[in-house]
């Protein structure tokens, strides 16, 4: 297998790009059909949907990406057993390469659904081949020149969103300055593009969106696609946090046809933490990012479907042979014997009258490699003092002048773990401020310029020049979308669950309806405890799903 220069892979290149034997190829056939191409014939389109995982015999097939406004650059060129194919092929999302045949080849192609059932049956050759895999979207991710384009002013709050959302997602993509970068004033122009209505995306199939939101993004790219009202899934899971997709790995991994929504990105909370050192398994600790897609390839890996991002909106009997139907957005309906909610929570917002104005552009709810850039060498205000807030801190001392760290109580001790403390202590740029409050913030078009706070107990208030500001303060339960479901919710809007109600263990008051994770009523709220909820609820579906009842349509739970 020739292979380019391109550095991206790094150490793991040949575990990116493996040269199968004979012997694995054999075992790969059945699993395939023959195919051949011609000299010169493009295989895969990027921004296409590709026939599958491509298997080469003999031949040789570029993989290019586009490198913009025309220009292509080779990543790799595969020969005699080598394997065409990235993540997308997992799940038939759209190509983000181009795949030629540089000189006629043979091959056998693995649809998507076979390629699963190759990661089942053939365990040791499915684990090469899904390492490779992932190793290949991490390859893109670091590139950065695959993908849609994102053109605008960096700084821009919905360039900000746009960003976010695909990082969030696993999506290569691309950013280019419309205030200074050549290309991007090129393609503006190219596009007869008024700069008010900026910014843009420019898709992999060549669609020109303005100033999207995410879902239409995602339509664009493939990622997410119409649900089949025709079908009947055993579970539908909302939410893909980490209980949410724990509970699809079991599911699916057992058996139950299984769909999964989310309003915004998989990975939750937890996928926004910068880096997780107390999770079980994981000794030199791991980033909610990282964490978080690998359970959610995991899923896909077992045939979950993923619709993200959608909105679940109405929970309600069926009364077409299904046990209950799920509204969700642009009018589609989710056909399923059991519903699992895992919805989390929402972040808490600073009550301080003019927040909204500076949110998405210098009030952030999450502390990701985008933010760290965004403050680089710079004065930031971090308020919180959960773990989370404590992961954030952490992180953002190593990117930026000075992190003050605001806490309402008298101490972190009582609310962050010991070795979160310990490290922000030994943080020089660090400083915390107990029993402290945001009072005011100002600035101009949307960016902060001045934070002022006060210290409950002197009432002493200080104002620094801070662009930037990082709220940590907790959060509510996501159970707007349950008032008129018939779910029971406490006092708080948490979920209510088992034997208080007469239902079974994480059971709602409704039956066949299960509530999990930070959610549900007297949860730990912790990512290990959510993952044990999400693994613990697929017996209590198996129970429900065997008991016989679950084809029947009713209308009421219990009270």
């Known amino acids: 297998m020739s292979q380019s220069t391109n550095p991206i892979f790094g150490a793991r290149r040949d575990q990116a790009f493996p ?101 089942v049956q053939e365990a040791n050759l499915g684990e090469r081949i899904m390492r490779a895999l992932i190793l290949r979207r991490v390859g893109l991710l670091e590139s950065a020149t695959s993908g849609p384009i994102i053109i605008g002013p960096v ?42 209505h900026l910014p843009i995306v420019l898709c992999p199939n060549g669609r020109l969106l ?33 209980a949410g997709l724990a ?88 056909r399923t014997r059991s519903v699992v909610i895992a919805s989390g929570a929402r972040y808490r917002r600073l009550d301080v009258a003019n927040l909204a104005r500076f949110e998405g552009t210098s009030v952030h709810y999450w502390a990701s490699p985008i933010e760290g850039r965004l403050c680089a060498g710079q004065e930031v205000a971090l308020v919180g003092a959960g773990n989370s807030a404590g992961q954030a801190a952490v992180y953002l001392a190593s990117h930026t002048r000075k992190v003050a760290l605001l806490a309402r109580g008298g101490s972190l001790d009582a609310s962050m773990s010991r070795y979160l403390v310990e490290r922000i202590r030994a943080q020089p740029n660090i400083e915390v401020l107990t029993g402290t409050e945001i009072v005011a913030l100002e600035g101009d078009e949307g960016n902060l310029a001045t934070v002022r706070w006060r210290n409950r107990a002197s009432g002493a208030e200080t104002t620094r020049p801070i662009r930037h500001l990082f709220l940590f303060i907790g959060a509510d339960p996501n159970t707007d979308w349950l008032a008129n479901c018939d779910v029971a919710l406490d006092a708080k809007g948490f979920v209510r669950t088992g034997p208080e109600l007469g239902s079974a263990q994480m059971e709602t008051s409704r039956s066949g309806v299960f509530a999990i994770g930070d959610v549900r009523s007297g949860s730990v709220k912790r990512v290990a405890a959510a993952v044990g909820e999400g693994a613990q609820v697929v017996a209590a579906l198996h129970a429900y799903l065997a008991g016989g009842n679950a084809d029947a349509p009713q209308t009421a739970g219990r009270p």
């Open 19 to 119: 040269t199968l034997a004979e012997a694995d190829i054999d075992r790969m056939r059945r699993f395939g059909e023959a195919s051949t191409y011609a000299a010169g014939e493009p295989i895969v389109k990027a921004g296409d949907v590709a026939p599958g995982l491509i298997v080469v015999l003999s031949g040789k097939v570029d993989i290019t990406q586009d490198g913009g406004l025309g220009r292509r650059e080779t990543i790799v060129t595969h020969g005699a057993g080598s394997f065409v194919g990235e993540l997308a092929q997992l799940s038939a999302r759209p190509s983000l390469v181009n795949a030629e045949a540089a000189e006629p080849v043979e091959a056998f192609v693995i649809p998507s659904q076979r390629l699963r059932d190759l990661m």
């Open 155 to 196: 700084a821009n709050a919905d360039v900000l969103r746009l960003q976010g959302f695909l990082a969030r997602s696993g999506q290569p993509h691309r950013v280019l300055d419309s205030d200074s970068d050549p290309c991007a004033r090129t393609l503006v122009e190219r596009f007869e593009v008024d700069p008010h």
């Open 210 to 242: 303005l100033n999207p939101g995410e879902k239409d993004l995602a339509r664009c790219i493939g990622l997410l696609r119409p649900i089949d009202a025709d079908k009947l899934y055993d579970v539908a899971i909302v939410g893909a946090g980490p």
């Open 247 to 334: 509970a699809a790995v079991y599911a699916a991994s057992e058996g139950l046809s299984t769909i999964v929504l989310d309003c915004r990105a998989f990975g939750g909370q937890a996928g926004a933490s910068s880096r997780i050192e107390n999770y079980l398994g994981f000794p030199t600790g791991i980033s909610g990012m990282a964490l978080m897609a690998r359970a959610y390839n995991q899923a896909q890996k077992f045939g979950v479907e993923m619709v993200i991002p959608d909105e679940a909106k109405l929970l309600s009997a069926a009364t077409d042979g299904a046990r209950y139907r799920l509204d969700v957005g642009d009018g589609e309906t989710v």
